[in-house]
């Protein structure tokens, strides 16, 4: 069974870092699909960013571009966001995804660990 489980989000000022953690069991990686999404107060759950088990290749947003990276450790079964530069923008509640279709990352994503809180301060 799929699980997915999101943590790092806190409270960080603007300019700051964090990295978001997304352990996974039940996943390798070289099969799947692996995203994070975010969903700020009144707004709609947006990607953040992915990366492909097919080809290994990530996608960002234009939003974070520059600013976020995406990353997978195969020994640790993890996959984490670095997030850098971090604006008020980006306060949201985090969620890491999942998808066995190796080149699906959207909100179809079929497995969805619970989200972690980042809030930036200005």
């Known amino acids: 069974e799929v699980q997915l489980q999101a943590s790092g989000g806190g409270l960080v000022q603007s300019g700051g870092s964090l990295r978001l953690s997304c352990a996974a069991s039940?996943?390798?990686?070289?099969?799947?699909?692996m995203g994070w999404f975010r969903q700020a107060p009144g707004k709609e759950r947006e990607g953040v960013a992915c990366?492909?088990?097919?080809?290994?290749?990530?996608y960002y947003a234009d939003s974070v571009k520059g600013r976020f990276t995406i990353s997978g450790d195969n020994v640790k079964n993890t996959v984490f966001l670095q997030m850098d530069n971090l604006k008020p923008e980006d306060t949201a509640v985090y969620y890491c995804?999942?998808?066995?279709?190796?080149?699906?990352?959207?909100?179809?994503?079929?497995?969805w660990g619970k989200g972690t809180l980042v809030t930036v301060s200005s």
């Open positions: 995804a999942g998808s066995d279709d190796t080149y699906l990352c959207d909100v179809g994503m079929a497995y």
């Open positions: 039940g996943v390798t990686f070289d099969d799947y699909a």
């Open positions: 990366i492909s088990g097919g080809d290994n290749k990530t």
